[in-house]
């Protein structure tokens, strides 16, 4: 008998907790917590370059056997990879709701603060001239502005313009890894190609032929000569290869079949990506710089903000997968200290599980599992009714695609 009271106990909370589950949370909802997650992380880096005061309020939290300088490098990764996950949001037309005021504020101050980071008499001039490092993050600067060429370039005043411009030629007198880092190179020479600027076709056409030579197929780009399990096709390969391309292409440097062929294999890996989302809304810890937290899904959420998902992954499925993961890692304070700023760690502080090259402003790449609002509220992104998302499906016994490898 007393097995039984336990038994019939345990399911009355067991269908309590599901009946929360199930309880039915709108896309506008949703939104309005990305929203707030992306400008929890995003204004303390935004807010403060623009009162010149980063390097000042900023911490240097570092791994154990850092190895880089880190006062020449952490504020220029900052913000370049807060930029990047912020631009797409940010080039959404101003509106009179409380989401679109908070935008134009975040994009005013943002403007503000690119003026200051390159100029020479600011409190917070960035480093773009010395290291190897600034080859990575001066990339991602050029990709927020690739992404949002309207809201955070053509309004730089003429001297901030000629300003960067000066500082992205200047990467040229150095290399860096023979890996992903490539793009890096890549791409920022692609970025003055599209605005006309002369740029180095040595370094973009190097980084396209070894990104075709290192694919070992089913979406999956080694980073290298050797293959490594890790999120790096999605923090950096898929989304800058297929975004240089697309810069090649519109200038006419590029064949139209490369960049289709770089699409259909970033959709490819948004699959997979998807399906890593467990029913619970976790994901696996594996691979290098798990501490970009979220940033593993950008290749994800590029594929959705392009519209290109595969018609058997809804986007509400995506929009679902992905929030029930920010809630998880966003929700509480285990990943920021007490002014607002991120820690190291993947989901609380963990520091002895970031790698030798991360401090705090490293771990601004997070930004970019957010791109999806960029899709402004009307999308059926945001208005489609919620969706489960396939492992969940798979676990609930549901309908699930059988999966496939692909031959591209």
């Known amino acids: 008998m007393k097995f039984k009271i336990t038994f019939f106990a345990l399911l009355l909370i067991s269908s309590l907790v599901n009946a929360q589950n199930k309880k039915s949370v709108t896309g506008a909802e949703d939104r309005a917590f990305w929203v707030k997650t992306l400008n929890r992380i995003a204004y303390p880096v935004v807010h403060n370059l623009a009162n010149e005061t ?146 180095d076709p040595a370094r973009v056409q190097f980084s396209i032929n070894k990104m075709k030579e290192w694919y070992v197929g089913d979406s999956w780009y080694s980073d290298g000569d050797k293959f490594s399990m890790d999120y790096y096709n999605s923090y950096v390969i898929h989304p800058m290869l297929v975004d240089l391309l697309k810069v090649l292409v519109d200038q006419k440097k590029a064949p139209q079949a490369d960049y289709d062929v770089a699409l259909k294999r970033m959709i490819r890996h948004a699959e997979f990506l998807e399906r890593l989302i467990s029913p619970e809304g976790t994901y696996p810890a594996f691979g290098r710089s798990i501490t970009y937290r979220t940033a593993a899904f950008q290749a994800l959420a590029q594929a959705a903000l392009m519209e290109k998902l595969p018609e058997y992954v809804l986007p509400a499925q995506v929009r679902c997968g992905l929030t029930k993961v920010f809630h998880h890692m966003f929700d509480g304070n285990q990943n920021f200290d007490d002014k607002g700023w991120l820690v190291l760690g993947f989901n609380g502080h963990q520091p002895m599980i970031a790698d030798v090259y991360t401090s705090t402003g490293s771990l601004y790449l997070a930004t970019l599992g957010f791109l999806n609002l960029g899709l402004p509220a009307d999308n059926r992104f945001w208005t489609d009714a919620p969706a489960p998302w396939t492992s969940l499906k798979a676990w609930n016994g549901q309908s699930v695609k059988k999966d496939y490898k692909v031959e591209y």
């Open 54 to 199: 980063l390097r000042k309020n900023m911490p240097l939290e570092k791994a154990p056997g850092y190895g880089l300088n880190l006062t020449k490098v952490t504020y220029l990764e900052a913000l370049g990879r807060t930029m990047a996950g912020l631009a797409p949001w940010i080039a959404l037309p101003d509106d009179d709701s409380s989401e679109g005021k908070l935008r134009k504020t975040m994009r005013e101050e943002l403007l503000k603060g690119l003026a200051n980071a390159v100029n020479p008499s600011s409190a917070d001039y960035l480093n773009f001239r010395t290291e190897g490092q600034p080859i990575v993050d001066a990339a991602y600067v050029a990709h927020a502005f690739l992404r949002a060429p309207k809201a955070l370039w053509e309004p730089l005043d003429e001297i901030t313009k000629k300003r960067f411009i000066e500082e992205f030629k200047s990467l040229r007198t150095r290399t860096g890894a023979y890996n992903n880092w490539l793009l890096f190179a890549g791409l920022t020479e692609g970025f003055l190609l599209s605005i006309g600027e002369q740029y």
